[in-house]
């Protein structure tokens, strides 16, 4: 039927349990760090204007909001 295409490598042979292992926690580091980069975008994109607000009301001359938020 159908002709099944193997890959060979040279050298001994198989590495085994440990080389998948490896592998899949390769696999899960990207995984979760691409997740992590995701979530701390949306965290920034999201959280940085609240943030300034609040470092402005909590200054010294203590503003009122208007005065924060209009571009005068």
Known sequence: MGSRVTL???GKGVKGAKASEEKSMIDSFKEWSTWTMKKAKVVTHYGFI???IIIGMNSD???QVYQ???PV
């Open 61 to 63: 001359p203590k503003p």
């Open 68 to 70: 924060l938020l209009s």
């Open 50 to 52: 609240p943030l300034i």
């Open 8 to 10: 060979r490598t040279k």
